[in-house]
């Protein structure tokens, strides 16, 4: 149990713009991660571990990539009982994002919107961190995010990646290659089938070089958005199998505004989060369940903000779930509750 439980500190925050409500709050985790002080947020671990691309994720709820970007809190965040934490997206230069105000509550309906656009301190800054962390020695599993720079042509989007897959590769449990951000231009045209299939091809025979070169083979994940039709998924499902990707995230943010129409802030541009994405999210995974089958790995993330909400994405297909926007809302005591709701439902 925190010694500061998260009701008496979300007035505060929330009483802040939302981008410095977050820079205050992974400041000072980034401060004092590794000290006393850090029990003002750590909780109890649940112990439910799964096998799931050939790693042993100790229990099955991790935290989503965006909220740690440059991978300043890994042991911080990790503290709060999650059996994996995702972070970047990083970019092979630093790049600011795009201008500000770019992040907006949307608390009637337990929901952001954000733009941040890939804020970054590049490549070189995020590896020096991730290897100031222990988070891996204490047997958790680290997924490190990887995107393309927003002056890099669309065209020249692999070399990106392929940049990004080289330079976390030695320090990752597994890499996420983000193409479902809606707040890059293009982005998520590399999702259609022959852009996706070149991408792909090319991470593919560069894993397998990097696997000779550091004797072990990374699993690769492709993260996709949740404003796909069928037979996009479709299309993504096959290229996935085609390629040996070992995982799919599912799923990103969603550029709809269906379930905030009249809203304030509900025609911000950028990513919507939280509980209006959960249907659209379990929609995606239970058509990529169906299509590959019960055993590949699907990470469920979008929309949780309860452990009802976490047993529902697994009923739908994933694997395990990640957290980001319900951790905001809820606090750290939603992981530990959707943790015990997965162990427990695992052993029904």
Same mark, same amino acid.
């Given at each position: 149990?925190? @010694?500061?439980?998260?009701?008496?500190?979300?007035p505060?925050?929330?009483? +802040?713009?939302?981008?410095?409500a977050?820079?205050?709050?992974?400041?000072?985790?980034?401060?004092?991660?590794?000290?006393?002080?850090? +029990?003002?947020?750590?909780?109890?671990?649940?112990?439910?571990?799964?096998?799931?691309?050939?790693?042993?994720?100790?229990?099955?709820?991790?935290?989503?990539?965006?909220?740690?970007?440059?991978?300043?809190?890994?042991?911080?965040?990790?503290?709060?009982?999650?059996?994996?934490?995702?972070?970047?997206?990083?970019?092979?230069?630093?790049?600011?994002?795009?201008?500000?105000? !770019?992040?907006?509550? +949307?608390?009637?309906?337990g929901a952001?919107?954000?733009?941040?656009?890939?804020?970054?301190?590049?490549?070189?800054?995020?590896?020096?961190?991730?290897?100031?962390?222990?988070?891996?020695?204490?047997? !958790? &599993?680290?997924?490190?995010?990887?995107?393309?720079?927003?002056? #890099?042509?669309?065209?020249? /989007?692999?070399?990106?990646?392929?940049?990004?897959?080289?330079?976390?590769?030695?320090?990752?449990?597994?890499?996420?290659?983000?193409?479902?951000?809606?707040? #890059?231009k293009?982005?998520?045209?590399?999702?259609?089938?022959?852009?996706?299939?070149?991408?792909?091809?090319?991470?593919?025979?560069?894993?397998?070089? @990097?696997?000779?070169?550091?004797?072990?083979?990374?699993?690769?994940?492709?993260? &996709?958005?949740?404003?796909?039709?069928?037979?996009?998924?479709?299309?993504i499902?096959? #290229? @996935?199998?085609?390629?040996?990707?070992?995982?799919?995230?599912?799923?990103?943010?969603?550029?709809?505004?269906?379930?905030?129409?009249?809203?304030?802030?509900?025609?911000?541009?950028?990513g919507?989060?939280?509980?209006?994405? +959960?249907?659209?999210?379990?929609?995606?995974?239970a058509?990529?369940?169906?299509?590959?089958?019960?055993?590949?790995? &699907?990470?469920?993330?979008?929309?949780?903000?309860?452990?009802?909400?976490?047993? /529902?994405?697994?009923k739908?297909?994933?694997?395990?779930?990640?957290?980001?926007?319900?951790?905001?809302?809820?606090?750290?005591?939603?992981?530990?509750?959707?943790?015990?709701?997965?162990?427990?439902?695992?052993?029904?």
């Amino acid at each position: 149990m925190p @010694l500061l439980p998260y009701p008496l500190a979300r007035p505060f925050l929330f009483g +802040l713009d939302p981008e410095a409500a977050h820079d205050l709050t992974l400041g000072t985790i980034a401060r004092l991660q590794g000290t006393p002080l850090a +029990l003002a947020w750590c909780s109890s671990f649940v112990r439910d571990p799964i096998e799931l691309a050939g790693l042993r994720f100790p229990n099955r709820v991790g935290l989503a990539a965006g909220l740690d970007k440059n991978a300043r809190c890994i042991d911080g965040l990790g503290a709060m009982g999650f059996g994996f934490v995702e972070v970047g997206t990083v970019t092979p230069k630093p790049q600011p994002g795009n201008p500000k105000p !770019r992040m907006f509550r +949307l608390p009637q309906a337990g929901a952001l919107i954000n733009r941040l656009g890939f804020n970054n301190d590049g490549l070189d800054a995020f590896v020096a961190n991730v290897k100031r962390s222990s988070f891996r020695q204490q047997g !958790r &599993i680290l997924g490190l995010n990887i995107g393309k720079n927003a002056a #890099t042509p669309i065209e020249n /989007a692999t070399d990106d990646y392929l940049k990004g897959l080289a330079g976390v590769y030695p320090h990752a449990d597994y890499v996420t290659v983000n193409i479902s951000s809606p707040n #890059t231009k293009n982005l998520r045209a590399l999702q259609s089938d022959e852009a996706l299939d070149a991408l792909l091809g090319a991470l593919a025979q560069r894993r397998e070089e @990097l696997a000779r070169e550091h004797g072990r083979r990374v699993p690769l994940f492709v993260k &996709i958005a949740p404003d796909l039709d069928e037979a996009q998924v479709d299309v993504i499902a096959a #290229t @996935l199998r085609r390629h040996g990707m070992d995982g799919v995230i599912a799923t990103n943010t969603t550029i709809s505004r269906d379930a905030v129409k009249g809203m304030p802030h509900a025609q911000e541009t950028g990513g919507l989060s939280g509980a209006p994405v +959960l249907a659209a999210s379990n929609r995606v995974i239970a058509q990529l369940r169906a299509t590959l089958g019960s055993g590949f790995p &699907i990470i469920g993330v979008g929309g949780i903000l309860s452990a009802e909400d976490a047993v /529902a994405k697994v009923k739908a297909g994933a694997d395990v779930v990640q957290i980001y926007t319900g951790l905001i809302y809820k606090g750290p005591a939603l992981i530990a509750e959707s943790a015990r709701a997965l162990k427990v439902l695992r052993a029904a």
